[in-house]
């Protein structure tokens, strides 16, 4: 089993920062890469940012120069640290991680259950 345990969602200004965390935890092997994704009401599931297991990092256009994501591979962590927020990032995100579990040979994506970021005035 593996568990993907986020943290750090919440209300905020526009012009606010967060930072969100995702713990994995379980029968882990190693793991790929991990990121976040976010959904808003009426749209689609986008991604945010994902880092892989050698640091290569890619974010959404939208976020660039205002989101990073960063991992620590000793507590299989990522964090986004989220800044200059903008109402338009409001959504339910949702921690991915793809990884390996022992005894089973191919990668396969897990989520955490999501947590909500609202930026209001």
């Known amino acids: 089993q593996v568990q993907l345990v986020e943290s750090g969602g919440g209300l905020v200004r526009p012009g606010g920062s967060l930072r969100l965390s995702c713990a994995a935890s379980g029968n882990i092997f190693s793991i790929y890469s991990m990121g976040w994704y976010r959904q808003a009401p009426g749209n689609q599931r986008e991604l945010v940012a994902v880092i892989i297991s050698g640091g290569t990092t890619n974010y959404a256009d939208s976020v660039k120069g205002r989101f990073t994501i960063s991992r620590d591979n000793a507590k299989n962590t990522v964090y986004l640290q989220m800044n200059s927020l903008k109402p338009e990032d409001t959504a339910v995100y949702c921690c991915?991680?793809?990884?390996?579990?022992?005894?089973?040979?191919?990668?396969?994506?897990?989520w955490g259950q999501g947590t909500q970021v609202t930026v209001s005035s």
């Open positions: 991915n991680a793809r990884l390996r579990v022992h005894n089973i040979a191919r990668e396969n994506d897990y």
